[in-house]
């Protein structure tokens, strides 16, 4: 029997308050179920049968002394699920602090302060630009508070700051499954007046009811917007693992009760936080495995086997460390320290390189034309609301025909409400929607004109012009020779010239996507900022242009620089190489490291490396690329 320094970790009988917890988390289960749509049938009854067991058996453990056997096991969930949480995070803590500066944005998490406290100036988008080093700071927090709770070290200051960050990610969750977009907040701002802001906003106000400034000197403008909520509609919680494991993340519904019920565990283990001391070599044998048991279980929903390793290695370290880590490190600051250290070790070397487990659709392996073509359609069901004048209930119907017009016939007796859909089936939207490698006709450069597969486009698309010209300022002014009409044009202001062929001018972008797809070997660059990526690998790539162009191998590079950026970049770096644009959101998506390299064959991606990682071409046609002697 499992004992406490001061407490029976059993109480009165050790049966009947294992059956007393497992009874209280099936009533747990069901409560959730039963807020659930997919049980929306049987709704009202798990919801009965989940408060009442739950009730029953917590009063039932409180008299057979069973909260402390209680809190034992919420420790263990509390703690694992903190632990694969955390590393989850800490896997991609870029990725993490994209999410986070979705809920920075003014519209987002601080509408709810403005709404309540009628606080206009509220705002946190100072946090955007230290939105990563705030994901880090919360994965690390979350790995070394799941290790302490489970270990039972400082439990009297890890409840408290489990309790306090489970009540700030339940309002956190409660507020995206309760964003309304449609609801509108006031929000007032102080921009400088030459800012593009200002510039743009200034203007509008003269005819935008929804702006109004309220002063202006001659430095700064203040301005009263009436903006509608940014929505998340995914609050990250367990980053991509999710979606690249079972193809979907939880709903905003879902991640709130999650919270609900972690919240609630966290509450058992702050109940009794005052009865756990330190686990003494038995508890930590226990509490250990059966925690690895339970991080197993998610290590096999997310496909990945590191969190075990990595779950008990933090573990070990910090029992290790407190066993000899003598006068100074030798207790649970010790212990605090060294995972803290183990973490950070791990979040350093994926900042530095790339996710260890890439969960995103563009990992290694994956065909990208598949992945562009695997959502699954949703169901739904469109139903109207009408309601009867006399007894003010409401009636759903999904037809209006001739079983129905009894009710949608009768306006004396019932009126229209509103119109809703119902899902049946929620849609699951394709993995990958905004790879389209593009370029703008008017921003080719002579690298890109020089491209073959563009040059093939331009060549494809030419079509005949009359070259007009101005008889006075000699511009020209070419016309489609389809739209000429020689009486149309007064020849005493202009002169016909000749017939020319040029580019359609109906031809605006050029897409390359098909053709990278289609490539047996291809080497794309990634980098979504320029001038801010690190090229200190340059001559590497350099090399590999050089040896690509030699055995016919397409390199090119995929931004969001402008034209005159890419020039700029290449007189600095001497790699000319074709650069196309993509949508900034999906590069982030692609890689986080600034530049990254990728060989794909056949739209499947064979190799993806950081720019820390940028092989040599000998590395490359021996691992990854096919060369002919």
Not at 448 to 463: C, G, H, M, Q, Y
Request: hydrophobic share 45%; with cysteine; aromatic share 12%.
């Amino acid at each position: 029997m499992l004992r406490n320094t001061n407490f029976s970790i059993s109480g009165k009988s050790l049966i009947v308050n294992i059956i007393l917890v497992t009874v209280n988390l099936i009533g747990l289960s069901m409560l959730v179920m039963g807020y659930h749509p997919s049980f929306e049938e049987s709704a009202f009854l798990l919801k009965i049968l989940g408060y009442v067991l739950m009730g029953a058996s917590l009063i039932a453990a409180f008299l057979f002394e069973g909260m402390i056997l209680f809190a034992y096991i919420a420790r263990v969930l509390v703690g694992g699920l903190f632990i694969v949480s955390g590393l989850i995070k800490a896997n991609d803590p870029k990725g993490f602090a994209y999410k986070l500066e979705e809920y920075f944005e003014d519209g987002a998490l601080a509408y709810r302060i403005k709404e309540w406290f009628n606080w206009e100036t509220f705002s946190l988008e100072y946090l955007i630009e230290h939105a990563l080093f705030i994901s880090v700071l919360i994965c690390i927090f979350e790995i070394v508070l799941g290790a302490l709770i489970i270990l039972g070290a400082k439990i009297k200051g890890s409840s408290w700051l489990m309790l306090i960050m489970m009540v700030f990610f339940t309002f956190l969750t409660w507020h995206t499954k309760e964003c309304d977009p449609h609801t509108t907040f006031t929000d007032l701002d102080t921009y400088e007046i030459n800012s593009s802001a200002a510039n743009a906003k200034i203007p509008q106000a003269a005819n935008n009811e929804n702006i109004t400034i309220l002063s202006q000197t001659a430095e700064t403008v203040t301005i009263r917007e009436v903006k509608k909520p940014q929505c998340v509609d995914d609050c990250g919680c367990f980053g991509d693992a999710m979606k690249g494991s079972i193809r979907r993340s939880l709903t905003p519904a879902e991640s709130f009760w999650k919270d609900i019920v972690l919240l609630y565990l966290v509450i058992i283990i702050f109940i009794s936080r005052r009865k756990i001391t330190n686990n003494n070599p038995r508890e930590n044998v226990v509490m250990i495995s059966f925690g690895l048991i339970f991080i197993g279980f998610f290590s096999f929903i997310f496909t990945w086997g590191f969190p075990i390793i990595f779950g008990l290695a933090c573990l070990l370290l910090a029992l290790w460390i407190r066993k000899t880590g003598g006068k100074w490190l030798g207790n649970d600051w010790g212990m605090i320290l060294m995972m803290t250290i183990v973490c950070s070790l791990f979040v350093t070397y994926v900042l530095m390189y790339l996710p260890m487990r890439d969960y995103r659709p563009y990992h290694v392996g994956s065909n990208l034309r598949e992945r562009m073509v695997d959502g699954v359609d949703g169901e739904y069901e469109n139903f109207m609301v009408y309601t009867n004048l006399k007894t003010k209930q409401d009636t759903m119907i999904t037809n209006l025909d001739e079983t129905t017009q009894s009710i949608w016939g009768d306006t004396e007796t019932w009126k229209f409400a509103k119109r809703e859909t119902k899902t049946i089936k929620a849609a699951i939207p394709h993995a990958i929607q905004q790879f389209d490698p593009t370029i703008p006709v008017d921003a080719l450069t002579s690298v890109e004109k020089d491209f073959a597969p563009i040059t093939v486009i331009l060549d494809s698309n030419k079509a005949q012009y009359i070259d007009v010209i101005d008889k006075e300022t000699g511009d020209r002014y070419p016309m489609s020779l389809a739209d000429f009409h020689l009486p149309d044009i007064d020849t005493a202001i202009y002169a016909i010239g000749d017939t020319i062929i040029r580019v359609d001018e109906s031809l605006t972008d050029i897409s390359l996507k098909d053709y990278i797809l289609d490539q047996d070997q291809v080497i794309l660059v990634f980098s979504r900022n320029l001038s801010k990526g690190d090229f200190s690998r340059i001559s590497r790539l350099k090399e590999i242009a050089a040896k690509a162009k030699e055995n016919n191998i397409d390199m090119i590079m995929i931004s969001t620089a402008s034209q005159e950026e890419i020039i700029a970049f290449r007189e600095e770096t001497g790699l000319n190489i074709p650069t196309l644009q993509n949508d900034e959101i999906e590069i982030k998506a692609i890689t986080r490291s600034n530049p990254t390299l990728m060989v794909l064959s056949n739209s499947v991606v064979k190799g993806k490396f950081p720019f820390r990682s940028t092989p040599s071409w000998e590395w490359l046609i021996e691992n990854v690329l096919k060369v002919e002697e």
